[in-house]
């Protein structure tokens, strides 16, 4: 631990199945009577749409919809929203679905109180005010965006992906309900799973982990690797369910502590340049990375190994760190994640360009274990490339 601790966050969370009966209640209580309600089209065209409406109208409340969040979102989504919510005097914004989703609807509480576009606060701390308060209801477990301070946009004209970091992003309140997760495909189960652990393990070994991050990823990396497979093939199943959503929970609050790190970043070119969803790119991409990071930190591998049950007895510690990337490989595999670059069509001439737009990321760059370069990247690039 090299600097200060702060510790900030969501102010609220109300964790178990039923728990969205409760959101009509968590509206008044932060004194709002009319509400705006984000979400992308497919979410929109199920029951958990017309529950959530039927929730909000029963207490008395007005509910406006904004069903237009697309993956990988473009920042001009929330300016959309904003405009719609500052039209209908929306009091708060509810964000129901995946990271997209949310990051999307954070963004609207922002800019319905802060002048300008979204694009325009795209950095670190460059929100002046607070905006409308916030009530995050994930139904994936992945993102951990219902306890972070970050919206992720992605600019297609130029062809990156960045984030609005600011304080005033974290949502008032998180509604962490398995039951809303219970519908989710295998597919979508994994992939979403499985950035969830990336963001357990990169929190836990950032350089910037200390105190009360360390303890809540190596939770989160335990309930993850124990459940998503579970979770994946038997997905009705609720005990798995609630351990995935407490796991990407923990993970979420270990990021938004201690950051993540250069998976993340090496993430990001493929979202920005091939449209790779970010859980993919994450899955994709974490054995590779955490093969070159163990001898940056090998206590921490260590402590990792044992959280992800590898047999460790009679191994040296460097042994048993390295055990970390393999243990997340077959998890990987086992939940049908496509382990190689050229099975997603990225073309390897296009691997310099890639490595050269990783090292822009530069935060999560800063924070690996193990120092990154470029001619670095491109290697775990190259190797990552046939798998
Ligand atoms: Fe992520």
């Known amino acids: 631990m090299n600097s200060l601790v ?14 969205v009966n409760q959101i009509g209640m968590e509206c008044k209580s932060l004194g709002a009577s009319r509400v705006l309600i984000v979400m992308d089209r497919t979410l929109a065209q199920t029951d958990i749409c017309s529950r959530i409406q039927e929730l909000i109208s029963k207490s008395r409340l007005k509910a406006f919809l904004y069903p237009e969040v697309t993956p990988e979102p473009d920042p001009m989504l929330a300016d959309l929203g ?33 002048d300008g576009k979204a694009v325009d606060y795209i950095g670190l701390n460059k929100v002046k005010k607070a905006g ?6 994930p139904t994936t477990a992945g993102t951990g965006s219902e306890t972070t301070f970050t919206s992720v946009f992605t600019m297609r004209e130029t062809k990156t992906k960045g984030g609005i970091n600011s304080p005033f992003l974290y949502p008032h309140t998180a509604i962490l ?7 989710l495909p295998p597919y ?41 497979r579970g979770a994946v093939f038997q997905g009705n199943n609720i005990a798995f369910r609630e351990k995935m959503i407490m796991g990407s929970y923990l993970a979420g609050l270990g990021l938004a502590m201690s950051g993540v790190s250069a998976v993340h970043a090496l993430a990001y070119p493929l979202g920005a340049l091939f449209d790779i969803p970010h859980g993919i790119a994450n899955a994709l991409l974490l054995p590779y990375v ?27 510690s460097r042994e048993a760190a390295s055990l970390v990337a393999e243990a997340v490989y077959d998890l990987a595999m086992d939940i049908g994640i496509p382990l190689s670059l050229k099975a997603l069509n990225i073309p390897e001439e296009s691997i310099t360009e890639m490595a050269q737009g990783a090292m822009k990321v530069e935060v999560p760059i800063k924070n690996n274990p193990r120092p990154m370069t470029v001619d670095v990247v491109e290697e775990i690039y190259r190797h990552a490339f046939e798998g």
């Open 132 to 137: 409308l308060p916030a009530i995050m209801v």
């Open 6 to 19: 702060t510790i900030e966050g969501v102010k609220k969370t109300i964790f178990g199945s039923g728990a």
């Open 188 to 228: 979508v189960t994994a992939y979403t799973g499985m950035d969830a652990l990336t963001h357990a393990i990169e929190s836990f070994t950032s350089v910037r982990a200390h105190f009360m991050s360390e303890p809540i990823s190596l939770k989160a990396v335990e309930l993850i690797s124990e459940n998503l």
């Open 177 to 183: 309900d398995p039951e809303l997760t219970l519908e």
């Open 82 to 114: 904003a405009e719609l919510s500052k039209k209908e005097k929306a009091q708060c914004v509810i964000g129901v679905g995946g990271g997209s989703t949310m990051d999307v609807a954070k963004a609207i509480g922002v800019l319905a109180k802060n």
């Open 290 to 316: 955490l093969e070159y990071n163990y001898p940056g930190d090998i206590n921490k591998f260590c402590q990792l190994a044992i959280a992800m049950d590898q047999e460790i007895e009679g191994l040296s």
